[in-house]
């Protein structure tokens, strides 16, 4: 039996060696790796917080419909026996009149009479058609319209375009209001960290900027930050006119604005009620359109508003040599009765303000910027000690006078 070449060995290793297997293996470890971070049992409590409300609102338009629906029907019987008891004293007026000097006023009195019916008959959900003896539009308190009503309570959107009539009905809305409200604020908030958390792994996982659009490290996370919230409210404009894109498909006499607008006015939860959707067939999608719409809009408010609170606290924050010089000078001219904090807190304002946006779009060399600096700095001490023998000389004399001279550089 022959040795094997161990160099004819290693090639023919090579000659079956398979790049995709490496691939392969790679993408299996990194499936295996996300599957043992997934948390089940978070991922459970998430799921059963979500379906709990949606339990706990089909159950209340439930009861809103068995509340509300007898006083409706009550009241659509009672609207067209109004309607039709006007109309026949209308006809009756005209054909038994025999006066023809008040023929004009009688017709008048009661075409005004059946005018206030007609109106308050569709308003009630009456469609004014003779032939058909006024029927009913549709229900205002269907299945559909009553669990879309009782999601409009829950995340106080309120549109007012339907609401309870009966003392039974109002009395259950406070107190599914009551419970329910603190239910969907806890769902919006599970939600939106959630998206929170996606934003952040797509953050972190995103390259970093171009050297030519950032000049240190410091502007450069100021600059992403930024970027990410732009794209946040990118994100979300999106998702308005990708919902109004949807509704229009059913609403056929709304436009795109239309459909833009009242997503707008739902998801900032004003829902002032002038557009509302009509038809129950979609309410069900419409309803989780709205609750997944609110939590990615209170999450990217929240982000908005974290950059402009750091955006404030970097222009309350000064460091560095003119701070310390700053300081120095408080520090020794307390006694001379100068005011210099006043003077301190002002040249801060100015210099926190200006500072920071000529580091963030200075050039890639940073020696231009050393060179101001430098020199901002030392006319700055030269200013602030001719404040100081100006304040002592002050002193000495009366009335005490402070001459100030500011210099503002290129910034």
Avoid at 13 to 37: A, G, M, V
Avoid at 61 to 88: H, N, Q, S, T
Avoid at 274 to 303: H, R
Avoid at 313 to 324: D, I, V
Wanted: glycine share 6%.
């Amino acid at each position: 039996m022959s040795e094997t070449d161990p160099h004819n060995e290693l090639l023919e290793q090579l000659k079956k060696f398979d790049p995709n297997d490496c691939e392969r293996e790679t993408f299996t470890r990194k499936i295996q790796r996300i599957w043992k971070s997934f948390n089940v049992k978070k991922a459970l409590g998430h799921i059963g917080l979500f379906v709990s409300l949606a339990i706990y609102c089909g159950v209340g338009g439930i009861v809103f419909r068995e509340l509300e629906l007898p006083a409706e029907r009550a009241r659509v019987v009672e609207l067209r026996d109004i309607v039709r008891e006007k109309r026949l004293n209308f006809l009756t007026a005209i054909a038994n009149n025999t006066d023809v000097r008040n023929l004009e006023r009688l017709i008048s009195m009661e075409l005004a009479k059946y005018e206030i019916s007609v109106q308050e008959a569709v308003e009630g959900g009456l469609v004014i058609s003779i032939d058909d003896d006024f029927p009913a539009d549709e229900e205002k308190w269907s299945v559909m319209q009553a669990v879309f009503f009782s999601s409009t309570v829950l995340t106080t959107i309120g549109y007012g375009n339907i609401a309870p009539v009966t003392s039974s009905g109002r009395i259950f809305c406070m107190c599914f209001a009551l419970i329910g409200i603190p239910l969907t604020l806890s769902v919006i908030a599970d939600m939106g960290r959630l998206f929170a958390t996606a934003v952040s792994t797509v953050a972190k996982s995103l390259p970093s900027l171009p050297k030519w659009c950032r000049a240190k490290e410091d502007a450069d996370f100021s600059s992403r930050r930024w970027l990410y919230a732009l794209s946040a409210v990118g994100f979300l404009g999106l998702y308005l006119a990708i919902g109004a894109a949807l509704l229009i498909q059913w609403e056929e006499d709304w436009t795109f604005f239309d459909g833009f607008y009242f997503c707008f006015i739902t998801m900032t939860t004003i829902g002032f009620g002038d557009v509302v959707p009509q038809k129950p067939n979609y309410m069900l999608l419409c309803t989780l359109y709205i609750l997944v719409g609110l939590a990615l809009t209170s999450t990217i408010i929240e982000l908005v508003r974290r950059q402009y609170a750091q955006s404030w606290q970097k222009l309350q924050a000064l460091s560095g040599p003119l701070a310390e010089t700053l300081r120095r000078l408080g520090a020794s001219g307390g006694a001379s009765g100068l005011d210099v904090s006043a003077l301190q807190n002002d040249l801060k304002r100015v210099l926190t303000v200006s500072m920071p946006r000529r580091h963030g779009f200075s050039g890639p060399s940073s020696d231009g910027d050393d060179q101001e600096m430098a020199a901002l700095e030392a006319i700055t001490n030269a200013i602030l000690q001719e404040v100081k023998e100006a304040a002592h000389q002050a002193h000495k004399q009366h009335p005490k006078v402070v001459q100030i001279v500011i210099y503002e550089s290129s910034v």
